[in-house]
């Protein structure tokens, strides 16, 4: 009997009591702790089902039944019982590992570059490109509006800045791949206070200029 | 450049006119005789990234602090300013020349708002801002004395006048500024306060101003020498403006350039043939830097045989054509091909020195042409 025909079983009897609080931890203890003993799973998967509780998030419920679950596998069989603390602080310590050193979208970079966009054409666009990896002379590239995403497409004008990356991307599942990434820059708008501000020191050099 | 006599410095008695360009952008040198420089814009080196005539009169051993009189930015396009504020830092006592159409209240706010507030790196408004603010503090670190505010150069204006004594013979020396027309000027006013930043639009890289109406031309007269440094000033046929006006204008030393530094990279939007007819010898010594920029290329074949057919002399400082490409891991490369193809190249790919020299004591005065790095004949560029 595999674990899903189990469920099925067990959970489709009639004297299946709410889901509330005490009584269903209780009542799935029960379910398991006789399938335990009546051999109708093998121990690996009784204990997928028991995982215990996290102090963070766990709930009452899942500390109850995990408690019940515990007290009553002993009488059952002991070397369970240490089984499932050598799986509980296995499962601690895999929990600590992954806390420590997450799965996480990362780039790493091998060339960056700053663009400032000279002229648009109908379906690309010429750019300055600045080194900003290693020092050099400037370049100059022609890219398609097909390399840039539909969020930064409004963003090409003439004398908008991007920054254009190549490098490895690492996801959240850990493939790695080879990738473009260009990322037009978001520069706020010239507000009153910048305007007024230019204003008064434009007027300042012009006095002391004696212009 | 290394190992040839491209740092031996000239004689008093001799004039120099150095062009340097890097393919994209340019800057002249010019000696007067008696060690008296004139810096005309500023390029960068691509090698060094320091200000293309501040390294070779370093190399020639000039005391730039004070052998420099005037540093004159002819416009404020990218490819003619970048430098020219370090330049006016070490050459202390040089005159700062610019266009009469800069001298008002919305190209300062503009500087300033672009140099300052705009949270970006903006080079040719950035380069003035410091200019500017350095002339200014400059007069308020000496209490009492006045600021040195830059001479504005307009059609037909002297900015200096001398004479000079050379081996004993006294030769009448002038810098004249051709340009920019009063029209120029209006015109150029109005489309600065087409760039004023404006309230709630985003922040973008200001962009360059043309047609260019406020390029500074520069006539130069030493004796009986003539030089004529023709910028990037354009021609449209309009009267008022451009080639025109320089040339319907008569009140500058008469004389005609044996020396010709082509407008505008060759192109032909700054040819006016009756500068040719007008203006200079019968066989010029015409010297330019090539321009790219995506598609445009200047001089083209076509500007290369215009003006080779009416010089034998004329040379540039480089190769208009860039196709040379930085290397870099392979990895980096097939993605760069992936994302742009081959269009992408480096801009300053290719950079050259032309010098030219004459002695004022020797008669007849002919001027001695050197070519360092990638400078050549023009006619051959397109070989």
Redesign the interface.
């Known amino acids: 009997m595999n674990a899903q025909a189990w469920q099925q079983t067990s959970f489709s009897e009639p004297q299946e009591p709410q889901q509330n609080g005490d009584n269903f931890s209780t009542h799935i203890a029960s379910l398991i702790t006789n399938a335990l003993l009546k051999q109708m799973m093998p121990k690996a998967q009784i204990l997928s089902y028991l995982v215990p509780p996290m102090s963070d998030s766990g709930s009452v419920k899942d500390a109850n039944l995990y408690n019940m679950l515990m007290e009553r596998t002993v009488s059952a069989d002991p070397l369970l019982k240490d089984s499932m603390i050598r799986r509980h602080e296995t499962n601690v310590i895999s929990h600590e590992k992954f806390k420590a050193k997450p799965h996480q979208n990362i780039f790493i970079s091998l060339q960056k570059w700053e663009g400032v966009v000279i002229d648009v054409m109908d379906d690309a666009f010429l750019a300055r490109l600045i080194d900003l990896t290693q020092k050099g002379t400037d370049e100059e590239a022609e890219f398609s509006f097909d390399e840039i995403s539909e969020e930064d497409k409004p963003l090409i004008r003439s004398g908008a800045i991007f920054y254009w990356n190549i490098g490895y991307h690492t996801s959240y599942s850990g493939q790695r791949t080879r990738t473009s990434l260009i990322r037009f820059r978001r520069l706020p708008a010239w507000t009153q206070r910048e305007i007024d501000a230019a204003k008064r020191e434009a007027e300042h050099i012009g006095k002391a200029l004696g212009w | 450049m290394a190992g040839s006599n491209v740092n031996i410095a000239p004689e008093r008695s001799e004039i120099e006119v150095s062009l340097f360009g890097?393919g994209?952008g340019e800057s002249i040198v010019l000696h007067l005789g008696e060690n008296l420089w004139l810096i005309v814009d500023s390029c960068l080196d691509?090698l060094t990234?320091d200000p293309a005539p501040l390294t070779y009169l370093h190399h020639l051993h000039i005391d730039l602090a004070t052998a420099v009189r005037w540093v004159v930015a002819t416009h404020w396009h990218d490819d003619h300013i970048r430098g020219l504020g370090r330049i006016m830092q070490v050459c202390e006592s040089a005159e700062f020349v610019c266009s009469a159409a800069l001298?008002h209240?919305d190209f300062?706010?503009l500087?300033?708002?672009y140099g300052?507030?705009s949270?970006?790196e903006s080079p040719p408004v950035q380069e003035f801002y410091e200019i500017?603010?350095a002339?200014?503090?400059q007069?308020?670190q000496r209490p009492g004395t006045?600021?040195r505010?830059?001479t504005l150069a307009t059609s037909s204006r002297c900015i200096w006048q001398s004479n000079m004594e050379v081996s004993g013979v006294n030769y009448p020396c002038s810098i004249y500024t051709l340009s920019p027309s009063d029209a120029s000027i209006v015109l150029a006013h109005s489309h600065l306060a087409t760039l004023m930043?404006?309230?709630?639009?985003?922040?973008?890289?200001?962009?360059a101003l043309t047609p260019n109406y406020t390029a500074v031309v520069l006539w130069v007269n030493i004796g009986a020498v003539f030089i004529l440094l023709g910028s990037d000033l354009e021609e449209s046929g309009h009267p008022d403006t451009g080639w025109s006006v320089i040339l319907g204008s008569r009140t500058y030393p008469p004389g005609k350039a044996s020396i010709f530094k082509v407008p505008h990279h060759g192109s032909h939007t700054g040819h006016h043939p009756q500068v040719w007819q007008d203006m200079l010898d019968t066989a010029p010594v015409a010297i330019l830097t090539p321009f790219a920029?995506?598609n445009v290329s200047l001089p083209t074949p076509q500007d290369v045989e215009r003006i080779c057919q009416r010089t034998e002399q004329a040379y540039a400082t480089a190769m208009p054509r860039r196709r040379r490409?930085?290397g870099?891991?392979q990895?980096?490369e097939?993605?760069?091909r992936?994302?742009?193809?081959s269009?992408?190249?480096?801009?300053?790919?290719s950079t050259g020195h032309i010098r030219l020299r004459a002695n004022l004591a020797e008669t007849p005065l002919a001027w001695r042409v050197e070519l360092f790095g990638d400078a050549c004949p023009l006619r051959n560029i397109y070989r």
Do not use: W
């Open positions: 890097p994209y691509p990234g001298k209240q300062l706010t500087v300033t708002a300052h507030y949270m970006m500017l603010q002339l200014a503090a007069g308020q006045r600021p505010p830059p930043p404006q309230l709630k639009t985003t922040k973008l890289r200001i962009p920029l995506g490409r930085r870099r891991p990895v980096v097939k993605l760069m992936d994302t742009v193809g269009s992408i190249r480096e801009v300053y790919s």
